[in-house]
């Protein structure tokens, strides 16, 4: 059971480029979500899914897109990387987010130069 | 909005120590709260949760209890160990809003031998 699946670990990127962080669940999980992780700020809310064709925006959604095509994945797009998207990314993923919690996958640490 | 305010680290204690870790939560309604335990160079792991008031949560010796009262849910341990050395990450889902998790800041916890 691989769980959620996180590529690539790590990315250094040029500023202007754009990338897509994958992120895919074998559990059937309805509920995705994209985390950043920085020092001292915890995790924020990036963009967050309910199920297939439905996304929100979280608490810093700007500089990146979403979709949810299929049930199993959730990509995260970076449009145009700028040095503050420097951050570890994390997915998550749940059945029902309120009473089995959520998955976290492992993780990409992404570098913008 | 749903907020999670968490106890400045770092925490240094010995080995056998007690241990306690504030939090406390604003969020309309009845929120599921839980804690999570990042190691270093880790993902996120579930370590307990609640679901109700009263509830109490726990898991390898940490507990938690959801006092709806204090709107609180501080983590605690009879007897610490090297081993518990990560971040530990209170959250909440709330039963309104946004279908994803909010964090706090973090606590950071040393334990020496």
């Known amino acids: 059971n691989a769980g959620v699946t996180q590529t690539p670990k790590f990315q250094v990127l040029k500023t202007g480029q754009s990338m897509t962080l994958q992120c895919a669940q074998d559990?059937?999980?309805?509920?995705m979500s994209w985390y950043r992780q920085d020092p001292g700020m915890g995790l924020r809310l990036i963009h967050y899914s309910v199920g297939a064709g439905i996304t929100d925006q979280g608490e810093v959604p700007n500089g990146y897109n979403v979709s949810r095509s299929t049930t199993e994945d959730f990509p995260l797009r970076l449009l145009s990387a700028a040095p503050s998207q420097t951050s570890v990314y994390f997915c998550?993923?749940?059945?029902?987010?309120?009473?089995?919690?959520?998955?976290f996958g492992s993780g990409t640490r992404l570098t913008v130069v | 909005g749903d907020s999670v305010t968490q106890m400045e680290g770092p925490v240094t204690l010995s080995e056998e120590a007690f241990l306690t870790i504030n939090c406390t939560y604003t969020?309309?309604?009845?929120?599921?709260l839980f804690w999570y335990v990042q190691y270093p160079g880790e993902g996120l792991q579930l370590l307990l949760k609640?679901?109700?008031?009263?509830d109490k949560g726990s898991n390898k010796g940490f507990e938690a209890t959801y006092r709806k009262e204090t709107t609180s849910f501080h983590l605690e341990k009879g007897s610490v160990q090297v081993s518990d050395s990560a971040v530990y990450f209170c959250a909440l889902f709330g039963d309104t809003g946004r279908r994803a998790l909010t964090f706090g800041s973090g606590t950071r916890l040393q334990v020496q031998p």
């Open positions: 609640a679901t109700k008031a009263d």
């Open positions: 969020a309309t309604g009845y929120p599921s």
């Open positions: 559990m059937n999980h309805e509920y």
């Open positions: 998550a993923s749940s059945s029902s987010g309120s009473a089995y919690g959520y998955t």
